[in-house]
């Protein structure tokens, strides 16, 4: 058995076909299928049930992957490490935020960080805050970015610190009668139409209901956050939102709310006791000084 064979094993579970696993890993169909049939002959055991041009991984295969995927993300991380340690100022570093801290916070932090290390590279994904930790956990990235979250002290295997804190604000468009207005009380909305991010209430943890204390209009729930600020704009809908750079006060006015509704938390998180490549490190240093100066 060799890495070779458990390369091919992973990519045929992916794609279910040897024709478009062969494709991906650059090899001949019938040298992907002869090595397979070597790795099967090696344990024993059949990892896959052929059905014509397409196969599904037999109850062995599916065992079989978890602990294919751990050795390679292993022998991944084992190479990336020594890249690391042969070029300390340059790598890849992988980072995963929510959706909302993903659109409007990290470019800045990001673009700020590639200023002073041109030559590092980023892997950035958008995922939920429970798939963010899950793959903190399996050394699959090397740094989160998420928000509040009610159960953070569970996660004992992760350090995770405060990075931004962000009031929430009330953006109305220009033409709205509240546009000259510097601070607003909520009781003062209630026949207002707001416009609320589809997700808004578990990824921005803004229930408005228990804030204002009744149930707002609600004339527009979109599914991109980056769709509110146009909405307003435009006339749609108000609605409350962390005091972000991208707003567009050209377009919208941002008043504060006079209740104390709390902050938006932003907090990066990292696997404890684990090993973090030199330009990784550099980047979290990076950010907990922005931090520490804002």
């Not at 340690?85 to 673009?111: L, Q, R, V």
């Not at 943890?205 to 729930?221: A, D, N, R």
């Amino acid at each position: 058995m060799n890495l070779q064979q458990l390369e091919y094993f992973r990519k045929v579970a992916e794609t279910e076909n040897f024709t478009a696993a062969a494709a991906l890993v650059s090899v001949t169909q019938p040298a992907l299928s002869k090595a397979i049939s070597k790795l099967e002959a090696e344990l024993n055991v059949s990892l896959f049930e052929r059905n014509g041009r397409n196969v599904k991984l037999t109850s062995f295969g599916e065992a079989f992957l978890k602990h294919a995927n751990i050795a390679l993300l292993e022998v991944e991380k084992g190479i990336r490490e020594l890249q690391a340690m042969a070029n300390p100022d340059k790598g890849i570093i992988s980072i995963a935020s929510t959706y909302c801290i993903g659109t409007y916070f990290m470019p800045f932090i990001i673009s700020g960080f590639l200023n002073s290390c041109p030559c590092t590279k980023f892997q950035f994904n958008h995922e939920s805050t429970p798939e963010i930790l899950n793959d903190l956990k399996d050394g699959k990235i090397d740094l989160g970015f998420y928000d509040n979250i009610d159960d953070i002290h569970k996660h004992t295997e992760i350090k995770s610190i405060p990075v931004k804190k962000e009031e929430y604000v009330l953006i109305v468009p220009k033409s709205h009668p509240l546009s000259n207005q510097t601070e607003v009380s909520l009781k003062d909305l209630k026949d207002e139409s707001f416009i609320v991010f589809s997700e808004g209430y578990k990824d921005m943890m803004l229930s408005y209901s228990e804030l204002m204390g009744y149930t707002p209009k609600i004339s527009i729930q979109p599914n991109e956050v980056s769709m509110l600020g146009g909405l307003v704009a435009a006339g749609a809908g108000i609605t409350i939102v962390p005091n972000a750079p991208l707003i567009n006060t050209s377009t919208v006015s941002i008043i504060k709310i006079k209740e104390n509704i709390g902050y938006r938390t932003i907090y990066m998180g990292w696997l404890k006791d684990s090993y973090i490549s030199p330009v990784a490190k550099k980047f979290r240093d990076y950010v907990i000084s922005l931090a520490s100066n804002s």
